[in-house]
């Protein structure tokens, strides 16, 4: 969901409802993820060859991102919301239809939201190697703080996409 918005936004807020198909099966809203796009100013090019401005960069777990006070928009600007469907292998196949609910400065907007689950689901067993380093240094640089709960959430939080990071430690 991208917004661009036509004035100053002082506070943004979005949250989704369960989805259901016709025959009345439910997508609950427990199984979505919502991810603020973190920009990152440009302001000097060391090869010339990269425009000044803003650029995506970091998918910010929604809570995270309100905690932090990060819920503004300047006019013209973009933000984008990334919302990722953990859909389980169990769920019924089926269109399911809801919506999402988009607040700007207190004027609620309903976002349209549909989800085709087929009848197929993806192997528990994971048959590519991967290695991801994780710099638990860097999480303190980023996140302000450390901890081994912390370190276990960004290992967990990999391992979630199928990916096999290394073993959360303390720096």
Do not use: C
């Not at 099966?25 to 920009?39: G, H, T």
């Not at 638990?136 to 990916?163: H, N, P």
């Amino acid at each position: 969901l991208m917004i661009t918005p036509e004035k100053d936004i002082a506070s943004y807020d979005f949250n989704m409802s369960d989805l259901k198909t016709t025959e009345g099966d439910v997508l609950s809203a427990e199984n979505f993820e919502i991810f603020a796009q973190w920009y990152t100013e440009i302001t000097q090019s060391y090869n010339n060859k990269v425009e000044y401005g803003f650029y995506p960069d970091a998918l910010i777990p929604w809570d995270a991102y309100v905690s932090g006070g990060y819920t503004t928009i300047r006019k013209g600007q973009n933000q984008a919301l990334w919302i990722n469907a953990n859909i389980p292998a169990d769920q019924k196949a089926g269109v399911y239809i809801g919506e999402g609910k988009l607040v700007l400065d207190g004027e609620a907007y309903k976002i349209p939201v549909e989800v085709t689950v087929y009848d197929a689901a993806i192997p528990q067993e994971n048959h590519v190697k991967t290695l991801f380093g994780i710099w638990f240094d860097l999480i303190d640089d980023g996140e302000g703080y450390y901890t081994e709960e912390l370190g276990e959430a960004y290992y967990d939080f990999l391992v979630s996409k199928r990916l096999m990071p290394t073993k959360a430690q303390d720096p």
